[in-house]
């Protein structure tokens, strides 16, 4: 079982850095648009280790809950005006840095207005998973690595599963419809951002500190 577990784990993993395969990507996309996810990975496995499952389904999961919590998500205000401040001033940490992101395929900025609301989820639900998968670990005590995926620790596997969630391959004009109109940020920024905000990532990879990686100036609101 671990074996067949690390199957999945293992064929993500060996892709990274390998030129893409354009036919295995746009096979795996059209096998799972009926599913309605628009992504090639798998994002839960009933076996799978749960360092992939918490990086992947659970980040997801926390994405949604978030959205509750997000610029928008109060149907009634009930936060304190003290409280609402707060929220505001760390609202505002996410709209500098997603709008100081420089784009240098399209020569544009990103728009951390426009995309606020998904920011928040990313980073939240990123957090939120992370602190459950940890919750797992003391629980049941630290998984065991995998086979031929041994090299990395479950922390590791957990963030490089949540990055292979957004693995996509995007146009130019498509970048740049993104940029100007979308409410998710492109899915680059959508790893790379709410990642270097999190120390437990830059502990996991050995991220120096003030690196692009692992930023000085980190934004947390959730
Ligand atoms: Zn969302």
């Given amino acids: 079982m671990v074996y067949m577990q690390s199957y999945n784990v293992l064929r993500n993993m060996r892709s990274i850095g390998q030129p893409v395969d354009i036919t295995r990507e746009q096979m795996a996309r059209l096998t ?4 309605r996810i628009s992504r090639p990975q798998i994002q839960f496995n009933h076996n799978g280790p749960a360092a992939v499952n918490y990086g992947a389904i659970g980040s997801t999961i926390g994405h949604e809950l978030t959205h509750g919590f997000d610029d928008s998500g109060n149907l009634k205000n009930w936060f304190t005006e003290k409280a ?4 505001d001033e760390k609202a505002n940490c996410f709209i500098q840095q997603y709008s100081s992101e420089y784009v240098p395929e399209v020569d544009m900025n990103l728009n951390g207005r ?4 998904e920011n928040i989820a ?3 639900g990123l957090r939120e998973s992370f602190r459950a998968f940890q919750t797992y670990v003391k629980t049941y005590g630290e998984p065991q690595r995998l086979p031929y ?4 620790t ?3 596997l957990y963030f490089l599963s949540y990055a292979s969630t957004k ?3 995007i146009r130019q004009l498509a970048l740049k419809a993104n940029i100007y109109s979308g409410s998710h940020s492109p899915n680059k920024y959508r790893v790379n951002v709410p990642l270097s905000n999190f120390q437990p990532f830059s502990d996991a990879f ?4 003030n690196s692009p990686m692992n930023r000085k100036d980190k934004c947390i609101l959730w």
Avoid: A
């Fill in 32 to 35: 799972h648009r009926s599913k």
């Fill in 84 to 87: 609402t401040e707060r929220f």
């Fill in 114 to 117: 426009n995309t606020l609301g």
């Fill in 122 to 124: 990313d980073n939240g």
């Fill in 149 to 152: 995926v041994s090299q990395y």
């Fill in 154 to 156: 479950p922390q590791q």
């Fill in 167 to 169: 693995c996509s391959l």
């Fill in 206 to 209: 050995n991220c120096k500190s």
